[in-house]
């Protein structure tokens, strides 16, 4: 039994810190002109957020996964279904705070044919006065972390006492972040996508984007941007490439919170960084082949048959 | 006491024929373009439904309201909220449908700061397949219906019942119809949107396209268009018109069906054609500049003071 193997069996424990969102996701003709009506053909209501649908994906993978972050106290119906979801995909939700008086975020989601999600989102602004659960409960037995960068407010805390053990805390960079933020110190890998890469930089040159942020950073850096694939940097600030594997494309959404989830095990797990990557990429792959968001990402075994039977391709 | 005196006194009752919608409104900036993310300033989970909708306008207005249609029986908590906000209104709910295994139809609105909506809908067809409770007990007590094309399928029985007893039948004129439509035949009063009356009539022009439909029934026609105003015919088959009465609109979601509303319960009440009219499109009026769809619409008292205070203006 070589060490890849023992690692594999620890099962590793994932913290997912994020924001449960309800999503509504409407499959559309088309997006709405200003002023028109648009008839969807499918309708499901569902639980999502970005690091929350990540964990479905790491739950899908075979990593066990507590999930922290506010959920609203108003509409309590909504809640529970919410709750049944994640607890259904093996998600320990116990760690999950309820705001008063706030409405869970909710997010409209319109798939149109290609495969192409455009959304409308409300998020209120209480939900960022969570109290997260104490430090010693969440961060027993975590192999690592992945939290968002718009959880900083209430996470950048209890990430900066992860780092302090040696536990990796994986960030999706999913909206602009200030160069000062606290997250970025804490940080052991952060994967950006393309936009809030660009807008975080203010640089629209991806490799140049990720240079300017590793100058603040000791965190290994790297950029999605969907089906052209993923960039980064390697341990000698040499760019590297890795692109998407083509696949027939039904729905984009919660492709790129596959990508962070699978990532983040892969780490947990101890698999090289170009092998982390691959497997990342598999999971987003099959993840935009079926309809339903995070609840269309694939299982441990559809993932490993796929990467044996795709070649390598890595981009120097 | 004169006999419109006697006519208000008897508090007219309302049978609302529709399909409840969950509205999920969302105010934003902007519509989203396709593959964009858009973040809303506020959002309001209500029910909705273009007769419905018209059920509460009508409640605020002084008349009593009896509201029948499908519902769905799948995520029974929402049907628990729509009907508690119903109810709330003091509409009588006691004969809405419950259609098992169905999602009761739902609409993401998005508000933009002009006040125009932008709609994406979801309605299961199995919905069409509803059994309405009985006519002795739906027409007891009847002084008008106030239905929707959409829901010809499984209404226009009752509603030629109706007819032959004498009770107006209103009919919300939303979506192209059919001109052998039977609701055409049993129809009292019907007032179309532009779009809608266009694709029926196969005419743009809105007087045109009136007279055309008027070669297939016996009923009133008039066309709404928003904040150009209402156009119809009159006995002698000669066009009338009235212009919208200017106000600063906010939200124009449910701003039709308040018309539909105020027309109903005005015939129901006995008022001459011009007068309903007016109360109609004063109802609509108040309505456009409140937020919050059907729930911006009017108290009696509000629309009479507003009346009162507005010249009268008819254009022939």
Chains 1, 2 share one sequence.
Do not use: Y
């Not at 060490?3 to 424990?13: C, N, S």
């Not at 409300?122 to 690592?144: G, H, I, N, Q, Y």
């Amino acid at each position: 039994m070589n060490i890849h193997d023992q690692t594999r069996r620890k099962t590793p424990r994932i913290l997912c810190i994020g924001m449960p969102v309800r999503d509504l996701i409407f499959r559309v003709p088309d997006v709405p002109a200003r002023g028109s009506k648009e008839h969807a053909s499918e309708f499901i209501e569902i639980a999502g957020g970005n690091s929350p649908n990540a964990a479905i994906s790491i739950s899908r993978l075979g990593g066990r996964v507590l999930l922290t972050g506010p959920i609203g106290g108003a509409l309590a119906a909504s809640n529970a279904t919410i709750d049944d979801q994640f607890r259904s995909e093996g998600i320990d939700t116990s760690c999950l705070v309820v705001v008063d008086g706030v409405v869970t975020p909710i997010s409209t989601i319109m798939i149109d044919p290609s495969g192409e999600r455009t959304i409308v989102t409300f998020r209120d602004p209480k939900l960022w006065t969570v109290k997260l659960p104490s430090s010693e409960m969440l961060l027993a037995e975590c192999d690592a972390i992945l939290t968002e960068d718009r959880c900083a407010e209430f996470a950048t805390e209890l990430c900066a006492e992860a780092h302090r053990r040696g536990i990796p805390v994986i960030v999706d960079g999913d909206r602009m972040m200030s160069l000062r933020e606290g997250l970025l110190q804490v940080a052991s890998h952060i994967i950006f996508s393309a936009d809030a890469l660009h807008a975080t930089a203010g640089e629209s040159d991806d490799i140049a984007a990720l240079r300017k942020v590793a100058k603040l950073t000791s965190a290994f850096l790297g950029v999605t941007s969907g089906s052209k694939g993923v960039d980064w940097l390697d341990r000698q600030g040499e760019p590297q490439r890795m692109p998407a594997f083509p696949v027939h494309t039904v729905d984009t959404l919660g492709a790129g919170d596959a990508f962070h989830g699978a990532f983040t095990l892969a780490i947990a797990e101890g698999q090289p960084l170009e092998q982390a990557m691959r497997f990342a990429s598999a999971t987003a792959a099959l993840k935009c082949t079926r309809f339903g968001g995070a609840f269309g990402s694939p299982q441990r075994i559809e993932v490993d048959e796929f990467l044996a039977s795709s070649p390598a391709e890595i981009t120097t």
